[in-house]
């Protein structure tokens, strides 16, 4: 009984394709977000001068953290696309029928939609959220019944503190309905301290 290496051979020569590919968008991906969190050049030729006040309100921190959460959404979404398609097609160049797998993997894919829509909800949350601008770190927003300084802005969490120093992790998919007191003119009640002492907690902590 003869062994045929010529699917093997073709196997090794797709995941070594798809590792190549994989790195090359990782690359790719990783020299974007590090353009992003330096800001764009173009801001800061003379002719565009104008326009530096308006990206005040991004500073650093805030910058680095979107293009972050951007790129790590990037890279996840790349590594299971690239190699899902290698996995397929290693199997059918092993002369495997990937059609009763492929069937299985969409009644799996749909319970695990089923079963994740939450988490996916959250994500895709976040991201509009960063990719909107909607709100950042240093941020004074209102949640519901919570009023907090922004700390950190992630995939799926949005973590505030608020006047009292109490730290609240929040779901991005539960951001129905946001105030932010930072983008507008917010004039805080004589009675509410709560902003500037969500701030001051802020400030404490970064200096942790």
Do not use: C, H
């Not at 805030?62 to 696309?81: C, E, F, N, P, W």
């Not at 290698?86 to 319970?111: E, K, R």
């Not at 988490?119 to 209102?142: H, P």
């Amino acid at each position: 009984m003869s062994f045929d290496f010529s699917g093997l051979l073709d196997g090794g020569i797709i995941i070594l394709a798809a590792l190549i590919v994989w790195l090359i968008a990782r690359f790719l991906i990783s020299k974007v977000v590090a353009r992003a969190q330096k800001g764009s050049a173009l801001l800061r030729t003379q002719r565009l001068r104008w326009a530096q006040p308006v990206m005040r309100n991004l500073d650093n921190k805030r910058r680095v953290q979107r293009a972050d959460t951007i790129g790590a959404l990037l890279r996840s979404s790349v590594t299971v696309a690239i190699w899902t398609v290698a996995v397929i097609m290693v199997l059918d160049a092993l002369g495997t029928n990937i059609a009763p797998l492929l069937a299985s993997v969409g009644i799996v894919g749909i319970a695990l939609g089923f079963g994740a829509r939450e988490v996916i909800r959250d994500a895709l949350a976040g991201l509009f959220i960063t990719m909107e601008d909607q709100y950042g770190i240093g941020d004074v927003i209102e949640v519901g019944d919570t009023t907090g300084t922004v700390q950190s802005v992630g995939i799926r969490i949005t973590r505030l503190v608020d006047e009292r120093g109490v730290i609240w992790y929040i779901r991005n998919g539960e951001f129905a309905k946001v105030g932010n007191r930072s983008q507008g003119e917010f004039v805080p009640p004589a009675n509410e301290p709560g902003a500037a002492a969500g701030s001051a907690a802020l400030q404490e902590e970064e200096r942790k």
